[in-house]
Every structure is written in structure tokens, then in C-alpha cells.
């Protein structure tokens, strides 16, 4: 069960004293013999009488003003921590729970390109479609300008016309030659995956990252004792999913160094980027 926490102002305490100094006073004022002869005070005991009740005052007035000022002060300070506290508490909340999604949507992604299979008939075929229309193109682009070195002597609305049509051409053909560019990359990544056994994206990486890292002149002809050894110095600094990749196509071994399979393999890969 909650336990309910009271909290009684300084307000509140102010009040209950000063009634209860009325009461105090208001007794005695009505027990006291107001006898008092005036005659009698002099002015410097009305002077000091006057300066006491004044400093009592002024004491009563800095304790009340000291007091208010000291709850704002706790007051604002309570609120501030608690607010900070609500506030890193979403923040922490809101940030753990992308990182999981992250984490999530990564796993997933991986286990999707791990499972996405590499058709190198249709690729193929893609391949020689895209030659074709790449061909076809450059046939259509060769008759335009035939025709309009045959026919130079055309209007100047006819000309706009043909330069236009013949920029239209030049636009698509870039673009196939563009597409046939990228599919004959993916086909020669698809060939050396196939051949090679090993994961493109491991070969893809080694091609960007791991071969500049080895640090020698002449990967492709350098011997298996040399490139074992450049190997082990940086083993330990390549990513765990990379080595994973090598270890399950036979190129590396579960402590990490190469298997003969993968000092040609690097050698190979070397070879075509010209390493």
C-alpha cells in the first residue's frame, strides 16, 4: 500500500503562531492594569520603546521574506529534478527502443541477403537484351544523322525538331549503356561468387578495404608465406561478420588464418583489381 505523505506549509505554521500569540497577548491584556502614566516615560525610553518594536518588526518581515524565498527556491529545485529525471527517462526509453528496432531491421536485412538467390541465366539474359537495345539505339542515332546531313537545308522549326529528336535518342541510349554497365557488373560479381564459393558481399569488401589493408606492393605474385604473414597482422582488426563469411566458404580457418583456399582467393581477388 502507498504510503500518503503530508506536507504542512510554513504558511500554515505562520498562521497557527500568530493566532496563538493573539490569544497569549489578548489574555493578558485583558488580566493587565492598564495604570500607566505617561507623564512618567521620558523620550529616550519612547525612542527605544519605538526602535525595539521596530526591529522586532523588521526581524518578523527578513524571517518571513527569507522563508518564501527559501520554499520558492526548494520548490523550483524539486521541479527541476523531476522534470530532468521524466525527461532522461523518456530519453533513454525512446533511444533503447530504436536501437532495438535498429538492431531488429538489421538482423532481418541480413538474413534477407543471406537468403536472396543469384539467377545468373536471367542476369545473362538481361544482359545481351540490354546489348541489343544499346545496339538499336546507336542505329536509330546514325540514321538521324544521316537524315539531317541529307536534309541540311531544312526550315529552322524542321531543325529544332530533328535536334531535338536526336537528344531524346542520345538520353536513352546513355541510359541503357548505363543499365548494361551495372548488369554486367552484377553478372561478373554473380561469376566469381559462384566460382569462388564465397559470399559477394565478402568479396566486395575485400575488394574495397581488406586489400589496401594488407599493405604490400604485389598481392597477386607475393608469396604464401609473406601474404600469411601481412594476413595475421590485421586478422584481428577485420569485422566479425566478414570473418564469419570466409570461415564458412573454407577461406579461413575458425582461428582466423587462411586456408589455401583463401591465400588464392585473396591473390585472385588481387589479380582483378590490379592490387
Known amino acids: 500500500m502507498e504510503k500518503v505523505e503530508y506536507r504542512v506549509s510554513i504558511k500554515t505554521i ?5 493566532i496563538v500569540l493573539i490569544l497569549v497577548v489578548g489574555w493578558n491584556l485583558l488580566k493587565a492594569d492598564f495604570s500607566i502614566s505617561f507623564g512618567q516615560i521620558n523620550s529616550s525610553e519612547l525612542l527605544s520603546l519605538l526602535l525595539a518594536l521596530f526591529a ?14 527559501s520554499n ?4 523550483n529545485m524539486y ?5 530532468n529525471s521524466e525527461l532522461l527517462g523518456r530519453i533513454e ?20 541477403f543471406d537468403m536472396l538467390p543469384i539467377d545468373l541465366a536471367k542476369t545473362k539474359a538481361r544482359v545481351e537484351d540490354e546489348k541489343a537495345e544499346v545496339k538499336q539505339m546507336e542505329q536509330e542515332r546514325d540514321k538521324l544523322l544521316e537524315e539531317l546531313a541529307i536534309r541540311a537545308n ?11 529528336k536526336l537528344k531524346s535518342r542520345e538520353i536513352e541510349l546513355q541510359s541503357a549503356k548505363n543499365e548494361l554497365s551495372k548488369l554486367q557488373m552484377k553478372l561478373r560479381d554473380a561469376v ?16 574495397r578495404a581488406v586489400l589496401d589493408k594488407l599493405g604490400l606492393e604485389d598481392i597477386a605474385e607475393a608469396d604464401d608465406a609473406t601474404l600469411m604473414s601481412a594476413w595475421n597482422l590485421i586478422k584481428d582488426e577485420l569485422s566479425r561478420p566478414y570473418m564469419n563469411d570466409l570461415r564458412r566458404s573454407g577461406i579461413a580457418e575458425k582461428n582466423g588464418e587462411l586456408t589455401e583456399e583463401g591465400l588464392q582467393f585473396i591473390k585472385l581477388t588481387a589479380r582483378e583489381v590490379g592490387a
Not at 56 to 69: C, E, Q
Not at 79 to 83: A, H
Not at 192 to 207: F, N, Q, Y
Request: net charge positive; aromatic share 10%.
Open 154 to 164: 531544312l526550315e529552322n522549326a524542321e531543325k529544332e525538331a530533328m535536334f531535338a
Open 72 to 75: 520558492m527556491f526548494y520548490d
Open 56 to 69: 522586532i518588526g523588521l526581524s518578523v518581515a527578513f524571517y518571513v521574506k527569507a522563508n518564501k524565498i
Open 79 to 83: 521541479k527541476f529534478t523531476k522534470q
Open 93 to 112: 526509453a525512446g533511444f533503447g527502443e530504436q536501437l532495438r528496432h535498429l538492431d531488429e531491421g538489421y538482423s532481418g536485412l541480413r538474413e534477407r
Open 14 to 18: 505562520k498562521d497557527i503562531l500568530i
Open 192 to 207: 566469381d561468387e559462384k566460382e569462388s564459393g564465397v559470399p559477394l558481399r565478402a568479396i566486395k569488401h575485400t575488394k
